[in-house]
């Protein structure tokens, strides 16, 4: 599609004697002629980075891009990179939207012939567009289907799965690893479409990242997951480099979240596996270390399933074995409708820095004098003896069940 479209745009910028370029939908540069003239920052970074901020991105929604059925305009805005006026055509086949071809009004007003051969190229452009995405869609059905069994609980679906993804090459053979991807959200609750096309495009950012055939992206109802496989790799060098991956996804993701919260993007990482049949092993731990991530807030976002710790196997508990296990002096004090968690954000710094007064005192700016009569608050409430070794335990213990739980 790429080649055609370069053509297109090649000849057009020939045809009118300026700088045209096209993008996707989602406003990332898909081709572009070479300009003499001089071009603004928005641009410079469309063309480095094949992607704009999401700044830009409402900059031009709010210009009516996307309600646009013929040529429009979007205002500079210096702040952003925008320096220079754009002009716009939207690139639709019959009612969808596929993409816009874009010049700049630096290069002088557009005429009624140029109108009319920005219009036909438009044209053009959709038919190529739509054409393209009728065949990745047929392939990319088939990868959902594969993938999906690949991951499923169902051991001969997973055997048949990978053997299928190595002879059709869509994958090669090696250990692999799978990373899921998902944002702060209800369980059981559906995400919007805006979070889902979040999630895919962060995915498919980061299969991007794999050489061809190393790496698959599925779309799932509240979260994101990729699979990817390292050849003639060992498994600790593929856990690091999932987890280096990890990081380049999560940050993908926080930016096409845009004014989202801060914090409402996490990464789970499964475990390396040495055969492709054993990915659903690896996609099970991933989701949980995800789950943990956004219910914790404790691990950071992007969090591998080795480092779970006790989590790990306090996650494999279902809810009601989780409430039991948390001291019934505690669970009041859980409680989101209760008055002390003042308390209890201090007992957590105060296990968090290992006991150390002053360092707790510190984070939390209170004095020594105020952490030791909120420490003894909390005694008195729980009936528990912060002193004694097992009521510790049992304090520490039932701040992280409190954590994977929402107490009513």
């Known amino acids: 599609m790429t080649s055609q479209l370069q053509l297109l745009i090649d000849y057009l910028g020939n045809k009118l004697g300026r700088s045209v370029a096209i993008d996707d939908a989602r406003i990332r540069l898909l081709a572009y002629n ?9 641009r410079m970074a469309s063309i480095m ?35 220079v006026e754009r002009i716009g055509m939207p690139i639709r086949y019959e009612a969808s939207l596929l993409g816009y071809i874009w010049l700049l009004a630096s290069d002088g007003p557009v005429s009624e012939d140029d109108g009319e051969a920005i219009r036909e190229a438009a044209a053009r452009a959709a038919l190529v567009m739509h054409r393209e995405y009728l065949a990745g869609e047929i392939g990319r059905s088939r990868e959902r289907e594969l993938l ?26 090696g250990h692999v690893s799978v990373l899921v991807a998902t ?19 962060a995915t498919d950012y980061g299969r991007r990242r794999r050489p061809p055939q190393h790496a698959l992206s599925l779309n799932r109802p509240d979260h994101s997951l990729l699979v990817c496989v390292w050849p003639g790799s060992h498994a600790a060098a593929v856990d690091k480099a999932t987890s280096e991956l990890g990081r380049v996804v999560h940050e993908r993701l926080a930016a096409e979240r845009g004014q989202k919260p801060a914090g409402s993007a996490w990464i789970g990482i499964g475990r390396a596996r040495r055969l492709l049949t054993e ?54 004090l859980l409680s989101p409708t209760s008055s002390h968690a003042d308390l209890i954000n201090t007992l957590q710094a105060y296990f968090d820095n290992a006991g150390h007064a002053q360092r707790t005192a510190d984070q939390l700016h209170v004095h020594r ?14 009936s528990l003896d912060l002193s004694r070794g097992d009521d510790r335990f049992a304090a520490h213990l039932s701040l992280k069940l409190g954590r994977l739980i929402k107490l009513e």
């Open 34 to 42: 070479a300009h003499s003239a001089e071009v603004d920052q928005a």
């Open 49 to 83: 980075q094949r992607s704009v901020p999401a700044e830009l991105s409402d900059c031009v929604r709010a210009a009516g891009a996307e309600e646009a059925t013929d040529i429009f305009r979007v205002p500079a805005c210096p702040a952003i990179g925008l320096a």
């Open 148 to 173: 999906r069994d690949l991951v499923s609980p169902d051991t001969t679906l997973q055997a048949e799965a990978a053997e299928a993804l190595v002879e059709e090459d869509l994958l090669v053979a």
């Open 183 to 201: 944002v702060t959200h209800e369980p059981g609750e559906l995400l919007s479409d805006d979070a889902r096309l979040a999630l895919q495009s």
């Open 279 to 332: 990915a659903s092993q690896s996609y099970t731990e991933a989701r949980r270390a995800a789950d943990v991530a956004m219910i914790t807030g404790a691990l950071g976002p992007v969090v591998a399933y080795a480092r779970l710790g006790v989590y790990a196997l306090l996650a494999k508990l279902p809810p009601g074995e989780l409430m039991e296990g948390i001291h019934p002096g505690i669970r009041p």
């Open 369 to 382: 004098a105020t952490l030791y009569y909120r420490l003894r608050q909390f005694e008195e409430l729980a």
